[in-house]
Each structure stands twice: as C-alpha cells, then as structure tokens.
C-alpha cells in the first residue's frame, strides 16, 4: 500500500490495528499536512500519447480532492443527479478511523471529515465536509465512499467543479490511463498492463485488481487517486499499492495469485481496485443498496441479499 503521510513512517500491525495517525496502503502519504510539499508543485495537465484513430481527452485535477493523507476524488454514479449529496472515494485503508480488518465492511457511520477541492491546475478552492462514511472496506476491494453535506450543484455554483463520473464498463487491457493525485498535485501517466484475479498484502486479498505499467511510479500519498482512463475521460479504478522491495505478500509489498494459485511478485509495479461494479451498488438519491441487482460489493456481517 502506498502509505498515507504522517510525519515518520507509522508502525504497522497486520490485521484490525491501524497504522498510528491514519491507514496506510498503497499510496498515502507521510507528512501531516493536506497540502504537498513545495517540490511537489501541481503539473501542467496532460493527455496520454494517442493511439492510432483513438481521441484522448485531456486529464486534469478538476473532480480530485486532497486528504489529509490520501488522495480522492468527487465522484458520480449512472443514477446520481446535481441534487444529490455529493459522493467522495478514497481508499478504505485511508478511512479516518483506521484500516478495516479482513472480512470488516463499514456502512453508515458519521464523519465531518474534510476534503480539499481542487481545481484543473490544482489550485486550492475550499472545502467539502462529510457528513458520513456511506460505505468501507479493504476485502475484495480497497474502498471509502463518503456521502459530503454538499450537493454536486453546490459545489458547481460555489466551485465551478463538477464531479468524475465512474465508469460502467471493466478497465480495458492496454488503455492508457492517468492517476491523478490530489495529495501531492501530481499526475502519473502510464498504460493499464493486465489484471490480477487475487492480490494479496498481508491480511488482505483483493479481487480482479489493475496491475499498471511501472510508468506510474505511484508513491505514499497517491492512495485513493482515481484512475482516469485517458480514452474515455472516466474514473476506472482507484489506486492502492505498489511492490515496494519485491516481498512476497507482505505489508507495502503485494503479490499476485493467479486461478491456478500460483503466486508471482513484480517489484515496483503499482495496483489500482476496479470501480465499474461500484456503480451497480447506487440507486436514485446516491443511496447505497447492496442488494442491487449486479452489485457484488462485500456486505457487513449479518447483512444477507
């Protein structure tokens, strides 16, 4: 996982225990500021080469926001309308309260945590606060969705920002993509290199990750960030983790299993979590129903379809 900032790297303890400060897999950062450091100033907005015949659109910051140790992003769902609360993913290890423990899923629980707004440049323009955890965990997927006391035309007219919408389709093979980190105000540009059917990091497995190109050298900080294919302009994944020192299945270093349960580590290779089957778990209103029809998203305990 890419860890979230906290000043020094936190101890961690595998399973329930969060990381001391906040959680941290792949991609959060390491310094208590929601602001990234001066050497990590917002980059010019980019587009991924074209391919042949194919238009891709131009990727910036406007729709991401800055955690306080992780990046996210304001995000819209097939039903949601400008009326709705305004949604925000992030990753579940990045949840205020600390990393949900293997086989934990959080639903509705209450936040006022706040979320940095950005603009396509990654200019600073206020605040969305939350008022609730709509929905987190880090089985089978590495996932926060918040519900903001905002609506999406609230943040329109305040901001001029409107939301990331998510795509419905699964992340395609060979597509470029960009990961756009409201963290550290930095793109990172690279090309979706296959999927996992098991990723596996100490006491968590998930499922059918996107294994990227080592073109996104994705670092502590950029957890949560969605990642934008470059084709469509769509959120298709959000980032998680990277192999850090080439372990095999160990905190910070995830490896994958295959369907014959063979088990490979590729040192410095950066994971994102797909986000298409998130959509099918939203009805009208942005109201999470996990007994949707499609929707596979792990479900609490006691919690039956």
């Known amino acids: 996982m890419n860890r979230p900032l906290v000043g020094t790297l ?28 001066d050497t990590f100033r917002a980059t010019t907005p980019i587009s991924a080469p074209a391919k042949h015949g194919v238009h ?9 926001v800055a955690l306080s140790n992780c990046s996210g992003s304001i995000v819209k769902m097939p039903a949601s309308k400008d009326t709705d609360p305004a949604l925000v993913m992030t990753n579940g290890h990045c949840l205020e309260s600390g990393m949900p423990g293997a086989g934990e899923v959080i639903t509705d629980q209450p936040s006022t945590r706040s979320f940095t707004v950005l603009d396509a440049n990654a200019g600073d323009l206020g605040t969305v606060k939350a008022t609730k955890v709509v929905y987190a965990t880090m089985t089978d997927t590495d996932v926060t969705l918040y519900e903001t006391g905002s609506t999406y035309a609230d943040i329109e007219q305040k901001y001029g920002i409107k939301p990331l919408e998510v795509d419905t389709a699964h992340p395609t093979d060979g597509h470029k993509i960009t990961v756009v980190s409201g963290y550290w105000k930095q793109t990172y540009s690279c090309a979706i290199d296959g999927f996992v059917p098991q990723l596996k990091e100490g006491d968590w497995t998930w499922k059918d990750s996107v294994r990227y190109t080592t073109d996104c050298k994705t670092i502590g900080g950029t957890s949560g960030s969605p990642v934008i294919d470059d084709e469509t302009g769509k959120v298709t994944a959000i980032n998680n983790t990277v192999n850090e020192d080439g372990e095999k299945c160990t905190l910070n270093n995830p490896c994958e299993v295959d369907e014959s349960g063979a088990v490979t580590v590729h040192k410095g290779t950066p994971y994102g979590q797909e986000t298409y089957g998130i959509t099918k778990c939203f009805t009208d209103g942005n109201k999470l129903d996990l007994s949707a029809s499609g929707c596979e998203l792990p479900k609490p305990s006691g919690v039956r379809r």
């Open 10 to 37: 936190a101890t961690v303890v595998l399973g329930a225990a969060a990381l001391v400060g906040t959680a941290g897999t792949a991609g959060a950062a390491q310094q208590s500021t929601t602001d990234a450091p």
């Open 56 to 64: 891709t659109k131009a990727v910036d910051f406007a729709g991401t």
